[in-house]
C-alpha cells in the first residue's frame, strides 16, 4: 500500500534507504497536470524500474535561498529595484510553513535575512539589497546550499523541500568556489535550483555570459529546477509567479532502491508520466548511502 505525505515523512526520517522525488509535471503548453497518481509515474534507477512506496500530491513546506546579484550591473536601467519588488511579490506567495532567507551577491555574498517564516522581515530583507562590486556567483551559490544544509541538520524533526532561487545578469567574475564544487554540493543536498538571467538587450552576448548560461541550465536540469532567460526586468514578476506556482504544485514521489549497496556512487534517476503528453522533471540521480564507520 501506498504511504500518504505523513507515513511517508515518518519512514524517510527514520533513517531507511528511501529515495525521495519532488516531481513537477506539465502537458505540451507548460500548465501543470493535476489529479495523478501513484500508477501514472514510472522510476527507473540506473534503467531498473522501481517500486513506489510514498506518494502525495500535497507538498511539503519548503526552505529556501532567495539569492539576488547587486553587481553593478544592476543598477543600469532600475534592474535592481524591480527584481527586488518581483523577488518581494514571490515572498508573498510563501506558504505559512515555509522559510526563507534573503541573500545577496557581488564581490561578497551578504545574508540580509536569515532563514525566517516572518515575510515582513523577509521584505525588509530584500530592500537591504544595494549595487556594487563584480559577480561572485558561484561563491553565492555555494553559501546558500552550505546554509540549506545546516537548516536540514537542526531540522530533523520534520520534511522539507529545499531550493534556491537566483537571479543574475551576468557572467561569473570573481568566485573562488569552482563550479564543479557547487554542482557536486547542490546534488548532494538534494537542493532544487531555479534560475532567472537577466540579458538585457544593451548587453552584447560574450563568451563569459555564454558559460554562465551554459553552468545555470546544467545547475537547474541536474537538480530538478528550471532556468530562465529574460530580457525585459518587467518579465521579472512572471517568472517568480511561475516558480512560485510550480513549487506549491509538485508531487512527491518516493521508492525504496532495489540496489542495497552502501557504495556512495552517483545513481541515475529516469521518471516517466504514463498520461497523455505530460512530461515529469525532477533532480538527475543521487548519491547512494555509505556503510557508517
Keep these: 500500500m ?22 513537477t509535471v506539465s502537458d505540451s503548453a507548460g500548465h501543470h497536470v493535476p489529479g495523478l497518481t501513484a500508477q501514472d509515474f514510472h522510476i527507473f534507477e540506473d534503467n531498473v524500474l522501481q517500486e513506489i512506496s510514498h506518494f502525495s500530491d500535497q507538498p511539503e513546506p ?7 546579484d547587486t553587481s553593478n550591473s544592476m543598477e543600469s536601467q532600475n534592474k535592481l529595484a524591480l527584481a527586488q519588488q518581483a523577488a518581494n511579490g514571490f515572498v508573498a506567495r510563501l506558504g505559512p510553513k515555509d522559510v526563507a532567507q534573503i541573500v545577496d551577491f557581488d564581490s561578497q555574498t551578504k545574508i540580509l535575512m536569515p532563514f525566517t517564516g516572518d515575510k515582513d522581515a523577509l521584505t525588509r530583507g530584500l530592500k537591504l539589497a544595494k549595487p556594487g562590486g563584480s559577480t561572485s556567483l558561484y561563491n553565492a551559490i555555494y553559501t546558500a546550499l552550505s546554509d540549506l544544509k545546516r ?17 543574475s545578469d551576468g557572467e561569473d567574475t570573481s568566485s573562488l568556489v569552482p563550479y564543479d564544487d557547487v554542482l557536486e554540493l547542490a546534488k548532494r543536498n538534494e537542493v532544487i535550483v531555479y534560475a532567472i538571467g537577466l ?12 558559460e554562465a548560461e551554459f553552468v545555470l541550465k546544467t545547475l537547474t536540469r541536474d537538480t530538478g529546477g ?4 529574460v530580457a525585459d526586468p518587467a518579465q521579472l514578476p512572471a517568472i517568480y509567479i511561475q516558480i512560485s506556482e510550480e513549487l506549491a504544485s509538485q508531487y512527491s514521489v518516493g521508492y525504496m532502491s532495489k540496489n542495497v ?8 534517476i529516469t521518471l516517466q508520466v504514463l498520461k497523455g503528453d505530460a512530461m ?14
Design 2 to 23: 501506498l504511504s500518504g505525505s505523513v507515513a511517508g515523512t515518518q519512514v524517510f526520517r527514520g533513517g531507511t534507504d528511501v529515495v525521495l522525488l519532488s516531481v
Design 62 to 68: 519548503i526552505s529556501l535561498s532567495l539569492l539576488i
Design 151 to 167: 537548516l536540514r541538520r537542526a531540522s530533523t524533526a520534520e520534511l522539507r523541500r529545499q531550493a534556491i532561487i537566483l537571479l
Design 199 to 210: 540579458v538585457t538587450k544593451d548587453q552584447p552576448a560574450t563568451r563569459g555570459w555564454n
Design 226 to 229: 528550471r532556468a530562465f532567460f
Design 261 to 268: 549497496k552502501k557504495d556512495g556512487t552517483w545513481r541515475r
Design 280 to 293: 515529469g522533471r525532477t533532480r538527475s540521480g543521487y548519491f547512494a548511502p555509505t556503510e557508517p564507520k
